[in-house]
């Protein structure tokens, strides 16, 4: 019996053996690697030294850096919020019509597609002279054009606004898988009860799909801590640094200015701050009693 | 007359909605199919007067679009092979065999979800370069060989097979990894299906690893190409929205045909 065991775990080894290997070298190896890394002033162009804690002193008196965590901070409290959007685009295509299953799909073509060419679309489209500002415009909600990416009290919004139209049909379909799972004799019951459409959904729908909000939520919340791809591409954090966001700023300081131990510091400040949000918001999820995850 | 009235409310915001978030995708179609028309002429064009397909055959001629998507091709198979091989490997133990340590490495995985390394795309341009892959396919595809999200996926697909069927394996006397090659890889084929999928549009569209660590744009997968593209060409719309078209469109198509399995899995995947 114990040899038997024994073997088991050999085997059981060998079998994860080259996943974890990749894991280790690609996933653990970078955060245990960055720790050290921040302690110096590594930079491949001069001779690397250990700096102690100067990269973190310096951070905190880096007015771009605080502006950064700001805008990512920004970006954490707006996005998932809005994300809950979602849950009415799936209540919709939880119907039982026909032709539903192709609204389904078209909602979710912005999820596939990549970030490149959807922020390529949205630049042209809310250009200057693009056809958002000329619908507005004809609509009268707007009396002249606005240059939405490149007016600082805007920019951030707009990435805001393009980040959650490519995430909603993700979140549509998670909720949708959750809406699938209420049992059609509740709002049976609800409408023997003499409930309307808004009253289920607020007192049947709603408060089933709690896992689903609160699992939504937290990606969302990671989402939105990492996001990149749409800043870098549309405005690269500016103008100024009104669209300057955590993950772009030590992309700049990294990849760009090749100063490797002062981003790793920065990102070691955010890893931080992302670890204790996520614990929160872990935390929160277990006080609901829901254990989906 | 009341489920009357509901299904007309219910389809006109179903359409409001799909004009919502396909708009922009027909309206950049729209423009791809303009020819030497600008997208910031005054008012705007929206439809276009008539239909040719000048610009799709001038950018293709222009941009060596075979190239670019045999780079694409490449660098999406190479990596959806490493991450169906490497998460089925180490999602089935963890999933069937009872061994010392199984809590630690589930324990360990579970908090790199938890703590997201900020710093990892610089240490794995350090390590690339330790390893001399730079400017090589491999370079773009390891750092993201497997996942832990696609083990976890796995390890449920696994979880839901019965434990007779390793026992009557072992009772032919096969060996355990002719049981999960024979017998058990058969079985979870839809799970292999569904990290396929999530694989190949993730290596489809990623465009800034692959900018990081090729110096050749030759090497350029397509959404890298397309960012090329529209720095060097920003006056010329119709090229750029065609290249555009051609770049998305193999994914648009690969979704609609696996959308079943695609909208299962991910839905699957937070029943985990």
């Known amino acids: 019996m114990y040899k038997a065991i024994r073997s088991e775990s050999f085997t059981a080894w060998a079998f994860m053996a080259p996943g974890l290997l990749f894991l280790a070298v690609f996933t653990f190896w970078p955060i245990i690697y960055g720790i050290p890394l921040s302690f110096t002033d590594y930079s491949v162009i001069t001779e690397t030294h250990y700096v102690g804690l100067d990269n973190f002193t310096r951070a905190f008196k880096d007015h771009n850096f605080l502006v950064s965590l700001w805008n990512s901070l920004v970006y954490v409290l707006i996005v998932p919020v809005i994300q809950l959007l979602s849950i009415l685009m799936a209540i919709l295509v939880n119907s039982r019509i026909p032709g539903v299953k192709m609204f389904r799909a078209a909602y979710y073509i912005p999820v596939v597609t990549s970030m490149v060419a959807v922020a390529l679309i949205w630049s042209w489209l809310l250009g200057n002279n693009g056809v958002v500002n000329y619908l507005l415009l004809k609509a009268g909600v707007l009396s002249e054009q606005v240059s939405w990416l490149s007016t600082s009290s805007t920019a951030l919004y707009v990435l805001m606004f393009i980040t959650m139209w490519k995430g909603l049909g993700y979140y549509m379909m998670l909720y949708l898988a959750g809406l699938q799972g209420i049992p059609a004799d509740l709002y049976e019951a609800a409408r023997v009860d003499g409930a309307g459409p808004l009253r289920m959904i607020v007192h049947v729908t709603i408060p089933l799909l709690r896992p689903h909000i609160l699992f939504c939520t937290l990606i969302s919340v990671m989402g939105a801590i990492r996001v990149f791809d749409e800043v870098y591409i549309l405005t690269k954090g500016g103008p100024g640094t009104s669209t300057l966001t955590s993950s772009v700023y030590i992309f700049q300081k990294g990849l760009e200015q090749f100063n490797f131990g002062y981003a790793s510091a920065l990102g070691l400040i955010v890893s931080v701050l992302v670890g204790a949000l996520s614990v929160l918001v872990f935390r929160l999820n277990r006080k609901g009693g829901v254990n989906s995850y | ?272």
Request: charged share 10%; glycine share 6%; hydrophobic share 55%.
């Open chain 2, 1 to 272: 007359m009341k489920t009357c009235l509901r299904y007309v409310i219910t389809y006109v915001l179903l359409i409001l909605l799909a004009l919502f978030m396909m708009g922009p995708f027909l309206w950049l179609l729209s423009v791809s199919l303009m020819p030497g028309r600008n997208v910031f002429a005054n008012p705007p064009a929206i439809l276009p007067t008539f239909i040719a397909f000048d610009n799709y055959v001038q950018v293709w001629e222009f941009m060596e679009f075979p190239r670019y998507i045999m780079n694409t091709v490449v660098i999406t198979l190479l990596g959806v092979v490493f991450n169906i091989v490497l998460s089925c490997l180490t999602a089935y133990p963890l999933a069937v065999f009872r061994f010392k340590g199984r809590n630690l490495v589930f324990t360990l995985l579970i908090s790199t979800m938890v703590i997201p390394s900020a710093t990892a795309m610089i240490v794995h341009y350090l390590t690339i370069q330790a390893f001399n892959l730079g400017n090589t396919f491999l370079g773009v595809v390891l750092p993201a060989a497997v996942s832990v999200f696609n083990i976890f996926l796995m390890r449920q697909t696994f979880l839901g097979i019965p434990v007779d069927i390793r026992d009557s394996g072992k009772m032919d006397g096969a060996s355990e990894f002719r049981i999960f090659v024979q017998l058990v890889m058969p079985l979870v084929k839809p799970g292999i299906a569904v990290i396929g999928l999530l694989e190949v549009m993730a290596f489809w569209n990623n465009f800034l690893w692959p900018i990081v660590v090729l110096d050749d744009p030759q090497k350029y997968p397509l959404a890298a190409a397309l960012t090329y593209l529209n720095g060097q060409f920003s006056y010329n719309f119709g090229w750029i929205a065609a290249g555009t078209m051609i770049s998305v469109l193999p994914i648009i198509i690969v979704f609609l045909f696996t959308q079943k399995y695609y909208m299962e899995g991910i839905a699957g995947a937070i029943k985990g």
